[in-house]
């Protein structure tokens, strides 16, 4: 089992900055991949950020070069530096995991919230 837990989330001007964490433990040896997701009311969640164990990221289109997905393996923690926020991006985010043997986690979520 894999437990996560966001934290970071806020509320933040057109144009200001914020950073999500998402605090991993128990099994963390077992993710292959690890993600932020999405979800504004009366929307479907989507995929925000992905970062795999090679090191290798996908970005969606709408925040490529303004969100930037990390991990710290010594602190077992995911991170989601988010610039350049917009209106657009006020959404519920969550800290996604999935195991190597297709196993899937999610925490409870953050709300983010920009102001115009």
């Known amino acids: 089992q894999v437990q996560l837990v966001e934290s970071g989330g806020g509320l933040v001007q057109a144009g200001g900055r914020l950073r999500l964490a998402c605090a991993t433990s128990?099994?963390?040896?077992?993710?292959?991949?690890m993600a932020w997701y999405r979800q504004s009311p009366g929307k479907q969640r989507e995929l925000v950020a992905r970062?795999?164990?090679?090191?290798?990221?996908d970005y969606a289109d709408s925040v490529q070069g303004r969100f930037a997905i990390s991990g710290d393996d010594a602190k077992d923690t995911l991170y989601l530096q988010m610039n350049s926020l917009k209106p657009e991006d006020t959404a519920v985010y969550y800290c996604?995991?999935?195991?190597?043997?297709?196993?899937?986690?999610w925490g409870p979520g953050t709300q983010v919230t920009v102001s115009s």
């Open positions: 128990g099994s963390t040896a077992r993710i292959n991949t």
């Open positions: 996604y995991a999935q195991s190597f043997l297709g196993a899937d986690y």
């Open positions: 970062l795999w164990r090679t090191g290798s990221t």
